[in-house]
């Protein structure tokens, strides 16, 4: 493992056991390192994304806009705007005289030829470099459209993904608290960090309802810009990707009063442990009599279906590597329940805290990783042995390479992984990649299959002779 560190990131891996916990994050990536993070306008590109009746246009090279072209599997129960990606498309002489003019053209005519409820423009590496006031366009397009245009600062270069996600906190904010708050409930929240990946927004929304609590806004899965204009209404902010919006929502507490939550939807205890943590808020008995139903129910259908895969799963390894630490924790606990072990886990925006939470909760032995590149996750899962490997675009040929087993749980998946019927599919997700016959076939497994070919040859030899 060792040889697979650079020097300098030797204060970002962790063994838990091997000493007392010191492990170094929230630096910028080591260059040349080929970090799995993204930059800082994709960090902000992920978080507004799914709003789905606002215009998104990248101010920058075409190439941006690919990068981040329908960059997550959000999906939307209305307007589909978001899913096309739009681009100023500058180039050599745009970089020399400016490409304010550029911009200016392209907002008006895309505001025209698609009425959006509002406009985010994105900044760009280049655009940071050349100056352009994005703050200045929009402001003039704003006052002729008479919609919202709101320039995002995300620059690239100018910092690491959670700078991203602050640029798009900073321009979310800008539109909350323009909408009027009638006819919203005291049993109400918003829900933040949640990006209805594979419509897992609307499991959990059906369960707020079971409840009898009212989504106001869901920021930004399947998201509306009317709601987001009137989510300072709500009595409550449930943050699940921290990483993501909890800035927006401590902008929202300093300015509005609304209390935070932290919540994750993933994995058993978890989940139940959201709805209860909602219901006693609110300190309405009816909700909590609802919720206490609500987990009897779901727990009763659940439990037994999740003991058929631990029992073929049991002592089998996992392990981890996700942009935020928060859905760490959770994918531990799940699997535990799954009776397999984590050796390995890590996050490309985990901030002290999150860290020491994951050296509470795993295991003597495991790895724990910060900002992490393919060299180290490589090695670290050839040393480990293990069975599967949970991640994103980037892990997924990472571990087919080395021929083990993948889970898809970041942008992309297909698959609902959040509440009770997630964490079923989860399993079955883990179940069918870990037990495929395909791991036969890979060179690390291929001698034991080779040994059983030539004793069968030699069995049907003999039978022939
Ligand atoms: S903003 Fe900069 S780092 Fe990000 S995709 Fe564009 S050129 Fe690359």
Same mark, same amino acid.
């Given at each position: 493992m060792a040889s697979a560190i650079f020097k300098e990131r030797e204060k970002q891996v962790y063994l838990k056991g091997s000493r007392p916990f010191d492990l170094e994050c929230e630096k910028e990536s080591l260059a040349g390192a080929v970090s799995q993070r993204a930059c800082v306008f994709c960090g902000s590109r992920v978080v507004l994304y799914p709003i789905a009746d606002a215009l998104h246009l990248v101010h920058g090279p075409v190439g941006c806009a690919v990068y981040t072209w329908d960059i997550r599997g959000a999906l939307s129960s209305g307007p589909e705007l978001h899913r096309l990606s739009f681009s100023t498309d500058l180039q050599e002489k745009d970089v020399i005289f400016g490409g304010e003019k550029k911009l200016y053209s392209a907002l008006v005519e895309l505001i025209d030829r698609h009425a959006p409820k509002a406009a985010f423009v994105y900044s760009t590496c280049i655009v940071g470099i050349i100056g352009d006031d994005l703050e200045a366009i929009c402001r003039r397009v704003s006052e002729e459209k008479n919609i919202p245009v709101i320039p995002v600062q995300s620059e690239g270069f100018k910092g690491n993904k959670r700078a991203?996600?602050? /640029?798009?906190?900073?321009?979310?904010?800008?539109? +909350?608290?323009?909408? @009027?708050?009638? !006819?919203? @409930?005291? *049993?109400?929240?918003?829900?933040?960090? #949640?990006?209805?990946? /594979? !419509?897992?927004?609307?499991?959990?929304? #059906? *369960?707020?309802?079971?409840?009898? +609590?009212? %989504?106001?806004?869901?920021? =930004? !899965? #399947?998201?509306?810009?009317?709601?987001?204009?009137?989510?300072?209404?709500?009595?409550?902010?449930?943050?699940?990707? @921290?990483?993501?919006?909890?800035?927006?929502? +401590?902008?929202?507490?300093?300015? *509005?009063? =609304?209390? %935070?939550?932290?919540? @994750? *939807?993933?994995g058993i205890e978890d989940m139940a442990e959201a709805l209860y943590g909602i219901a006693r808020f609110f300190k309405e008995p009816s909700i909590m009599e609802r919720t206490q139903q609500l987990v009897r129910e779901e727990l009763s259908a659940l439990y037994p279906e999740l003991q058929r895969y631990r029992k073929a799963l049991s002592g089998k390894k996992a392990a981890i590597y996700v942009g935020g630490a928060f859905k760490a924790f959770s994918l531990v606990k799940a699997f535990r329940h799954l009776g397999m072990k984590v050796v390995m886990v890590g996050s490309q925006t985990g901030t002290q805290e999150d860290y020491r939470e994951l050296e509470a909760i795993t295991d003597d032995g495991t790895i724990i990783v910060d900002d992490s590149n393919p060299l180290e996750l490589s090695a670290f899962l050839q040393e480990k042995e293990v069975d599967i490997f949970v991640g994103g675009v980037k892990e997924r040929p990472i571990a087919y390479k080395l021929g083990v087993g993948f889970c898809d749980h970041n942008h992309e998946r297909k698959e609902a992984l959040e509440g009770f019927v997630g964490m079923l599919n989860f399993a079955k997700e883990v179940y069918s990649s870990v037990m495929s016959p395909v791991w036969r076939f890979v060179p690390k497994n291929s001698q034991g299959m080779l040994d059983g070919l030539s004793s069968h040859k030699e069995k049907i030899l003999r039978c022939v002779s």
């Open positions: 991203g996600y602050n /640029a798009a906190c900073r321009a979310l904010f800008r539109l +909350v608290g323009e909408g @009027s708050t009638e !006819g919203i @409930s005291p *049993y109400s929240v918003n829900i933040l960090g #949640d990006f209805n990946l /594979a !419509g897992e927004l609307w499991i959990i929304r #059906d *369960y707020f309802k079971r409840m009898g +609590v009212q %989504v106001v806004a869901n920021i =930004t !899965g #399947d998201g509306r810009v009317d709601d987001i204009r009137r989510a300072h209404g709500a009595a409550l902010n449930l943050v699940q990707c @921290s990483g993501a919006t909890m800035d927006l929502a +401590v902008m929202m507490k300093e300015k *509005y009063g =609304t209390p %935070v939550m932290r919540v @994750s *939807y993933f």
